[in-house]
């Protein structure tokens, strides 16, 4: 489903994980990612999925996979080879992975005549050696399986309404891994918290706390995590104040006004915000940090394409530097195009968000987030 709606269907998924051990004595964490990776292997089987089976291995930083990326290399190779002697159905290779350890093999399938794209929520689409699919929230809810009652964009609008609300109320919340001193905590709604308890907690235990604060996922500083305590905060958390959208710079990266004044540039989702709408920043970090919408965007009154504010365009002609047009192959409708990290050439059809209104041409303005798709398409 996540790249139907990038024009492609997939004939043959082949999913790399780690679902051996090299060694049967390892930590309970090793043991329950393995339990975990194990079923959900059993889950892409069962969809139709061949599952490439590496190691799981503990480390002093902690567990790490083996032979994963090795074997998903392979198989991009041998998918090449099949596509090119014709006993495969498909016509290019998709790898769902932002590692520049890939590279190599998509340099030999490119000697094979086949094209292949990297895909991911960010990164790929700064290699210029690269074919590449930006992967937005959309698509990620559709690949992952469903983890709470929010994902995504909704659970990061929960959190931004939550930051700003200035009453707390106290949720239940299940523990997880502990790190340090502090445990993580899930809620059922999707919510991963933190928390420094001052007694013994068992993993699933079931705990009432609030959330007090909210700060970047430490992971990947992209997502927001709440901090979590026995007693609630008076107020709205610390540091988190509005801001508003000002425009996109590139893909993963819009600009934000805050109530002062100040602007900063923050990284974000693809396609996940439009300009003049307001939304939650942390303040308190070493930078602002964008947390999530205050509101629905207000979509320009030029677009006349799906609701989504996604679509496949085709590119008809050149309009400067920084632009072409392209047509909304959907709604027939005239865009601008960016030429944002990819340079399109008259013809090619590339899938697209919406980004804002272009402030001469009074045409919606759209960046690619792909590069061209031409005769790869399903449609």
């Known amino acids: 489903m996540a790249l139907a709606r990038y024009g492609l269907r997939p004939v043959d998924v082949r999913v790399g994980m780690a679902t051996r051990v090299l060694q049967e004595k390892c930590s309970n964490q090793v043991h329950s990612m393995l339990g975990r990776n194990r079923e959900l292997a059993e889950q892409y089987r069962q969809g139709g999925a061949q599952v490439l089976e590496g190691y799981l291995v503990e480390r002093a930083k902690g567990p790490e996979e083996k032979q994963v990326d090795v074997l998903c290399a392979l198989a991009v190779a041998d998918i090449a080879d099949r596509i090119q ?27 094979r005549g086949v094209s292949v794209y990297a895909a991911s929520v960010d990164r790929v689409h700064e290699r210029s050696l690269t074919s590449w699919i930006l992967l937005d929230e959309v698509a990620m809810a559709d690949i992952t ?15 931004a309404k939550v930051s700003l609300e200035g009453s707390q109320i106290a949720g239940q919340w299940a523990a997880g891994y502990r790190s340090g001193a502090a445990v993580e905590m899930v809620r059922n709604n999707g919510a991963v918290g933190s928390w420094v308890p001052g007694r013994a907690v068992n993993r699933g235990e079931k705990v009432s706390l609030y959330a007090n604060g909210v700060r970047p996922d430490p992971t990947n500083e992209s997502f927001p995590n709440l901090v979590l305590a026995e007693e609630p905060v008076d107020g709205t958390f610390p540091g988190v104040v509005e801001g508003t959208v000002s425009y996109w710079t590139h893909q993963t990266r819009v600009r934000v006004e805050l109530e002062g004044g100040q602007v900063f540039a923050s990284w974000a989702p693809p396609g996940s915000y439009l300009p003049g709408q307001r939304v939650a920043v942390q303040t308190s970090g070493s930078r602002p940090f964008l947390v999530g919408e205050l509101e629905k965007p207000a979509v320009p009154t030029s677009w006349q394409g799906s609701r989504s504010l996604r679509t496949l365009v085709q590119v008809v002609r050149s309009a400067g530097p920084a632009w072409v047009i392209g047509r909304d192959l959907a709604s027939g409708q005239e865009v601008a195009l960016a030429r944002k990290n990819y340079e399109p050439a008259v013809g090619d059809i590339v899938y697209a968000v919406l980004v804002g209104e272009h402030p001469t041409w009074e045409l919606p303005t759209l960046f690619p987030l792909t590069t061209s798709l031409q005769q790869k398409l399903s449609i």
Do not use: H, M, Q
């Open 85 to 111: 002697d014709g006993s495969a159905e498909a016509r290019c290779i998709v790898t769902l992975s932002e590692d520049a350890d890939f590279v190599p093999s998509y340099d030999f399938a490119a000697t």
């Open 145 to 159: 399986p469903p983890g709470g009652r929010f994902r995504g964009k909704e659970l990061r609008a929960w959190i």
